[in-house]
């Protein structure tokens, strides 16, 4: 059983940064790609960014490439999203989520384990 804690939300202007990070319980390194995931008010949710076990890969939705970076430090078992030039659509709240797979996958059937969900709200 893996349980991931997220933090690092908040509100911010429209322009600005913040920082994601998603606490695991157990160490992920071995066995599960990470990924993020965001539900818009009103809107299904959709995948943001996933990254490989060993944080050698990535893959963005085209809404955040270039705005938005994933990483992890296995060390720590954690897992962060810089997010840069923020808008208001990329308000939503913001899940982690831990897949037992080798490949970087998209679909969120996939993901076996899910943190709570952090909200993000930017302002105009």
């Known amino acids: 059983q893996v349980q991931l804690v997220e933090s690092g939300g908040g509100l911010v202007q429209a322009g600005g940064s913040l920082r994601l990070s998603c606490a695991a319980s157990?160490?992920?390194?071995?066995?599960?790609?990470m990924a993020w995931f965001r539900r818009a008010p009103g809107k299904e949710r959709r995948f943001v960014a996933a990254i490989s076990r060993s944080g050698g890969s990535t893959t963005y939705a085209d809404s955040v490439k270039g705005r938005f970076t994933i990483s992890r430090d296995n060390a720590k078992n954690t897992v962060y999203l810089q997010m840069n030039s923020l808008k208001p659509d990329d308000t939503a709240v913001y899940y982690c989520a831990a897949a037992p797979t080798t490949i970087l996958v998209l679909s969120e059937g996939l993901y076996n384990y899910w943190g709570q969900g952090t909200q993000v709200t930017v302002a105009s």
């Open positions: 157990v160490r992920t390194d071995s066995n599960y790609v």
